[in-house]
C-alpha cells in the first residue's frame, strides 16, 4: 500500500493533472485488477490522513492549504524540530520550525501533518507550528549500543535521532552484552516525556569489532545485503543459457580495438570504447558499449524486482552492496577482457572540430582487447617510452586520439555554459583490519576525463534520440536554481572584488570558477556556487542539465549499478527491435521519485560510514592539528572539513575569545567587531581535535592560535 501512496501522490501533484476518478487514476498507474482493492485502500489512508481531497463525482484531487500542511520532519540535537513541506510540483516554502513539546512523538525523516501556528512576519523568520499527527513512520528499526542500568535493558541509538536512551526490556535479552551494537524494532516511539520502547531484533556484535560499524550503518539505513533466492536462481539460469559463441544477431563488434578504463579497485565494468581517426578528413568515430543487462533480465521478473526495490549500487568503504547478484554484475554482464559480451552501443561521428555529425545505435557483441586502470592510462600518455614497452601500437595510438578528442569536447561544453566545480574528492586508506590509516586527494586527470567525456556524449546521444522520438524517458535532470541563491552568490563573488554583471548567465558563472581557481579563495567561490545549486534528479520533466547546460540528458552508462540507465535501455532495445517505443508517463514519475530517494539513501550512507571510521580514528588523537577549510558558517559558528580528511567539525563562536564576531550571512562570514577580522566560507584555517562523539556523530575543533591565525582581515569589503 505505501507504494501505491507514493505513485497517487507523485501523478496528482503534477502540473498538468486534473482530477480523475479512481478507476480511472488506477488505470493511469497501471494497477492490476488484482491489486485494486489495496490501491482503494491507499486512497482511503491518503484521504484519511488529509493528504488528498475527494471532488465532485468522487474524483482525486491534491489537497488545498488551509492552516494544515505536510511535510518531513527533521529533529536537531537541541531537541528543535522543523518540517520540509510537500509541495505540488512548482511550489516553493521555507520550513516549518517545531518546538521539542509540540512534536509529538515524530522522529527524523517522518511524514507528518502540521497546524501552522505562527507565519512569520520578516524575510528571515521562519513559521511555527504543532505536529498534529505522525501519517508515516520513516522507519521503525533503528540501530544503537546496548549498555545496562539499575537492572534495566537500554539502548542508546547512533546519531542525534533522539535526546535519550530507549528502553528495550529485560537485561540480557537474547544473549545481548553492554556495549554491543544492536538492531532493535520502535514499539512505542519516544515523546518529551517518554524514553519510548523497543525489542532488539538483532546482535550486531561488539561497539568497535571490525565489520560492525559497517554492518550498523547497512541496518541503519536499511539498505538491502542479501537477494531473494528466486533473483539468485534466475541468475543461474541466465548463466546457463549463455553461448560465449553466440552473437545472438547482434552486430559484431568483436574485431574493433576496444578497451576498458576504470578504477583499480573495480569489479564489475559496464563501460567500453573504441575510437578511429581518418586522416585524411580528420573526422572521429567514437563508439561507446555498454554492457547490455536488460539482455539477462527481463522486466518484471524476480532479477527485475530487487533491482528496482534498491535503485543503485551502494558503494560503502571496502563492500559494495550490488543492485545484481555477482553472476550478473562481476560475470555475465560485465564486460571482462578477452570475453565475448553483449551490449547497447552508441556510435558518433565528430568533425575534427568536435561536432556532432551523425549517431547510431546498435545491439552488439564485443571483446574488449585489453583493460585499464586510470593510473595505467595516465602514465601511458605522460612518458611515451613506457607506451612504446607496454603497450600494442594501435591501441598507444588510439589512448593519443582519445586524449586529443576528448579535451576538444572538453572545450565545446565549456564554450556552451557548462559548469565545472573545483571540489577535489578524498579517498581513504585503510589498514588489514579495515580502520582508517590515511587518506588521499583522488586523481582526476586527463585518464578521468576521457571516460567522462565520452560517456558524456553517449549519454546525451541516447536522451537526445528518445526526445526526437517524444517518448517519456527517466532523464537526469538538473533544475536551474533558485533566482535569489544565485542573486545571493552573485552578491559574494562581488565582495571578493570579481565583476558581476547585474543581469548575469551561467557564463558568467563560469568565468567567476575559471579565474578563481588558481587563486587562494578557490573553495570560497566554489563552496558558495555549489551550496546555491539544486540537486540533480530522474524525471521523465524536461527540465534539463543546469550545470552541464544540456537540454536533453540521461544516465545510460551504468545499467550495471544504476536502475535508470536500465530503464533507457529497454526503450532504446523497443525502438531497436520495432523501430517504436513507449512508456507510462505518470510511472516512470513515481520511478523517478524512488530512484532518486535510492540515490540519495545510498549517498547518505557513504557518507555516514566514512564519517564513523574517521571520528573512530580521531576518538584516539585529540589535540591533532589539522589544516581546515571552512564549509558553512551560522551565528554560533563555522563548520570547517580537514583538507584530506572528508569529515566536519564545529568551531563555535564562543571559543573565539578574541573579539565578539557577528554573523553575517550575505558574505557567509563571521566578523570581528573590533579587529574586522573575518572567517568566511572556504577559508583555510587550522584547527585543533578537542572532542569526538563517536555515538552522536560529533567533532569539535578549536582554532590554533585564534587570536592570530585563520580569519582574514581584508578591508575589501568591510
Not at 336 to 352: A, E, H, M, N
Request: aromatic share 8%; charged share 30%.
Amino acid at each position: 500500500m505505501p507504494h501505491f501512496e507514493e505513485q497517487i501522490l507523485a501523478a496528482i501533484s503534477r502540473r498538468n493533472y486534473e482530477p480523475l476518478k479512481p478507476k480511472v487514476l488506477a488505470r493511469k498507474l497501471g494497477v492490476p485488477a488484482a491489486q485494486y482493492a489495496d490501491f482503494r485502500r491507499a486512497l482511503r489512508s491518503l484521504h484519511r490522513d488529509g493528504r488528498i481531497e475527494m471532488g465532485k463525482n468522487h474524483t482525486v484531487k491534491p489537497m488545498p492549504p488551509h492552516g494544515t500542511i505536510t511535510g518531513t520532519y527533521r529533529r536537531t540535537s537541541s531537541g528543535m524540530g522543523f518540517v520540509r513541506p510537500h509541495l505540488l510540483e512548482g511550489q516553493t516554502a521555507a520550513e516549518i520550525r517545531i518546538k521539542e513539546e509540540h512534536s509529538l512523538d515524530a522522529a527524523t525523516g517522518d511524514t507528518v501533518l502540521v497546524r501552522l501556528i505562527r507565519k512569520p512576519t520578516r524575510p528571515d523568520q521562519l513559521a511555527s507550528g504543532h505536529i498534529v499527527r505522525v501519517l508515516e513512520r520513516a522507519t521503525r528499526q533503528f540501530v544503537g549500543t546496548y549498555f545496562e542500568r539499575e537492572g534495566q535493558g537500554l539502548v542508546r541509538v547512533d546519531g542525534t535521532v533522539f535526546s535519550h536512551s530507549v528502553y528495550v526490556g529485560d537485561p540480557g535479552a537474547k544473549g545481548v552484552r553492554p556495549d554491543d551494537k544492536v538492531v532493535f524494532e520502535m514499539l512505542r516511539f519516544p515523546t518529551p516525556e517518554d524514553r519510548g520502547e523497543g525489542v532488539i531484533t538483532e546482535i550486531l556484535g561488539p561497539r568497535g569489532q571490525p565489520g560492525v560499524d559497517t554492518l550498523s550503518i547497512i541496518r541503519a539505513f536499511g539498505l538491502p545485503d542479501v537477494f531473494a533466492e528466486d533473483a539468485l536462481q534466475e541468475a543461474r539460469e541466465a548463466a546457463a543459457a549463455f553461448d560465449e559463441s553466440d552473437l545472438d544477431g547482434r552486430e559484431d563488434f568483436t574485431n574493433d580495438v576496444v578497451i576498458t578504463i576504470d578504477p583499480a579497485e573495480a569489479r564489475d565494468f559496464d563501460d567500453a570504447v573504441s575510437l578511429t581517426r581518418d586522416e585524411k578528413s580528420g573526422h572521429w568515430q567514437l563508439s561507446v558499449h555498454i554492457a547490455d543487462v536488460g539482455h539477462f533480465v527481463p522486466p518484471g521478473g524476480p532479477l527485475d524486482r530487487e533491482a528496482r526495490r534498491r535503485g543503485t549500487s551502494v558503494y560503502l568503504p571496502q563492500r559494495v552492496l550490488p543492485m545484481f547478484p555477482e553472476i550478473i554484475s562481476n560475470s555475465l554482464a560485465s564486460l571482462q577482457q578477452g570475453r565475448l559480451r553483449y551490449v547497447k552501443s552508441v556510435v558518433i561521428d565528430f568533425t575534427p572540430q568536435g561536432q556532432k555529425t551523425a549517431v547510431r545505435f546498435a545491439n552488439g557483441a564485443i571483446r574488449v582487447r585489453r583493460r585499464f586502470t586510470y593510473e595505467q592510462v595516465s602514465e601511458s600518455l605522460d612518458s611515451r617510452e613506457s607506451m612504446n614497452r607496454k603497450i600494442e601500437p594501435e591501441i598507444q595510438e588510439m589512448l593519443l586520439h582519445m586524449r586529443d578528442l576528448a579535451l576538444i569536447l572538453r572545450k565545446r561544453r565549456l564554450r556552451r555554459g557548462a559548469l565545472e566545480l573545483n571540489m577535489p574528492e578524498v579517498e581513504l586508506e585503510y589498514d588489514e583490519q579495515g580502520q582508517v590509516a590515511g587518506a588521499h586527494f583522488r586523481a582526476h586527470d586527463i585518464s578521468h576525463q576521457i571516460i567522462e567525456e565520452f560517456m558524456l556524449a553517449a549519454n546525451e546521444a541516447v536522451a537526445e534520440h528518445l526526445s526526437r522520438l517524444n517518448v517519456a524517458f527517466l532523464r537526469r535532470v538538473h533544475p536551474d536554481p533558485d533566482p535569489k541563491k544565485l542573486s545571493a552568490f552573485a552578491d559574494f563573488a562581488r565582495s571578493l572584488g570579481y565583476k558581476m554583471p547585474t543581469d548575469f548567465d551561467r557564463f558568467a558563472l563560469q568565468r567567476i570558477l575559471t579565474k578563481s581557481a588558481t587563486r587562494p579563495e578557490v573553495h570560497a567561490v566554489h563552496y558558495a556556487l555549489l551550496r546555491s545549486l539544486k540537486q540533480a534528479v530522474y524525471s521523465p520533466e524536461e527540465e534539463g542539465h543546469y550545470a552541464l547546460a544540456s537540454a536533453n540528458y540521461c544516465h545510460f552508462t551504468s545499467p550495471i549499478r544504476r536502475y535508470p540507465d536500465l530503464t533507457v535501455h529497454r526503450l532504446l532495445d523497443q525502438w531497436l527491435h520495432r523501430g517504436k517505443c513507449g512508456s507510462d508517463e505518470v510511472e516512470l514519475i513515481g520511478l523517478g521519485e524512488h530512484c532518486s530517494k535510492m540515490e540519495r539513501r545510498a549517498e547518505m550512507a557513504e557518507r555516514e560510514l566514512i564519517k564513523l571510521k574517521l571520528l573512530t580514528y580521531l576518538e584516539e588523537r585529540l589535540g591533532l592539528e589539522l589544516e581546515a577549510i571552512i564549509t558553512g558558517v551560522a551565528d554560533y559558528g563555522f563548520y570547517a572539513q580537514a583538507e584530506q580528511w572528508p569529515v566536519e567539525g564545529l568551531v563555535h563562536i564562543s571559543t573565539l575569545t578574541d573579539d565578539y564576531y557577528y554573523f553575517e550571512e550575505a558574505h557567509h562570514s563571521l566578523i570581528g567587531r573590533r579587529t574586522k577580522k573575518r572567517y568566511r566560507l572556504g577559508d583555510k584555517v587550522q584547527v585543533r581535535v578537542v572532542r569526538v562523539d563517536v555515538q552522536r556523530r560529533q567533532l569539535d575543533f578549536r582554532l590554533v592560535h585564534a587570536g592570530s591565525h585563520g580569519g582574514k582581515k581584508t578591508g575589501q569589503e568591510i
